[in-house]
């Protein structure tokens, strides 16, 4: 079972549209309720549609490190047309229109809290692609609060750009790999969850034919990804000019279990771009994760993640 974090990323509670008694139970209550920004002002307030009124945000109060100034302003800018949490804190007049006046910093910090001290080193939790870079992919973990997922530890078979694994808006699954809280930040990662050599070696046989994608082109061959955590090894030939990412069908010739190795011949070339999934296959099911090892028994080189536990209370 994977560990449930009640506060989601931002984007959980789409087209809800609120009444004027809800927004009063929550600014009660403290609940934290969600909408869609629809404008940016020039003084960077965020308006959002409520349903039965518009909401006002203040700048200061749009997202963590505003008002010290440690965070710029495109955390702001860049909310427009998204999905943004909130708490409300009252009501007000502005221009002789009703406003709820909201405050995302709120939000953001009681998630910032309690992932702090609930969530340890090791735990699965749900997260939302945000942001996707050379380096790596930040996600939301919960009220906007985003981890950085580098491109290592993204998957086993390596990429060129976190966009080769993800999309913007992708619902997915990370772990904790560590947290740090003076800096606020929190470092994640992905490949664990996506299973061992051997677990996914388990679902492919020698004589199928797979679809595959290009990740390298050696002088010695070319690696194809059969899965994000498994490549085989294809002989040059006539494809030696392929690039990295082309989409290719491949002829599975053998798979050597105690020597990690996939031989394979490519069949066919495809010129439609590889795409990352809607979805990925996660093989660990359970709510934490102390070690994983991606190697073989029988291999000579261990690879593996162990999950120091923090000292954070």
């Known amino acids: 079972m994977i560990i449930m974090n009640e506060f989601k990323p931002e984007g959980t509670m789409q087209n809800i549209i ?17 909408a869609k920004v629809r404008l940016c002002d020039e003084n960077h307030n965020l308006i959002l549609d409520l349903g039965c009124m518009k909401g006002f945000i203040p700048k200061e109060e749009a997202a963590l490190g505003i008002k010290e100034g440690t ?28 406003f709820a006046i909201l405050s995302r910093t709120d939000a953001q910090q009681q998630a910032l809290d309690h992932l702090f001290a609930h969530c340890d080193i090791g735990d699965i939790i749900d997260a939302k692609i945000t942001h996707l870079d050379r380096f790596g992919a930040f996600a939301d973990i919960g009220c906007g609060i985003v981890g950085l997922i580098s491109i290592e530890n993204i998957s086993v078979s390596r ?4 966009s080769d694994r993800f999309y913007i808006g992708q619902d997915i699954r990370v772990v904790v790999k560590d947290k740090d809280l003076e800096s606020k930040r929190f470092s994640l990662t992905h490949k664990e969850l996506l299973g061992t050599w051997q677990e996914n070696a388990a679902l492919f046989a020698p004589g199928q034919t797979v679809a595959g994608c290009v990740r390298s ?8 990804e059969l899965t994000p955590n498994l490549s085989g090894l294809a002989e040059l030939g006539e494809y030696s000019e392929l690039k990295n990412g082309t989409g290719v069908s491949v002829y599975i010739k053998s798979i050597v279990p105690d020597k990690m190795k996939i031989k394979l011949s490519i069949v066919d ?45």
């Open 269 to 313: 070339v495809f010129r439609d771009p590889v795409l990352p999934p809607e979805e990925y296959k996660y093989f660990i099911k359970e709510k934490n994760i102390e070690r994983f090892v991606y190697s073989v028994p029988a291999s000579r080189k261990q690879t593996l993640t162990v999950f120091k536990k923090s000292d954070i209370i």
């Open 159 to 162: 990429i060129s750009h976190s």
């Open 217 to 224: 082109v050696e002088d010695y061959g070319i690696f194809v």
């Open 71 to 98: 965070t710029r302003d495109i955390a702001i800018i860049s909310r427009v047309n998204k999905i943004c949490c909130f708490t409300v804190k009252g009501f007000r007049q502005i221009n002789g229109e009703l």
């Open 18 to 34: 609120y009444t004027k008694a809800v927004l009063d139970r929550a600014m009660l209550t403290g609940k934290i309720l969600e």
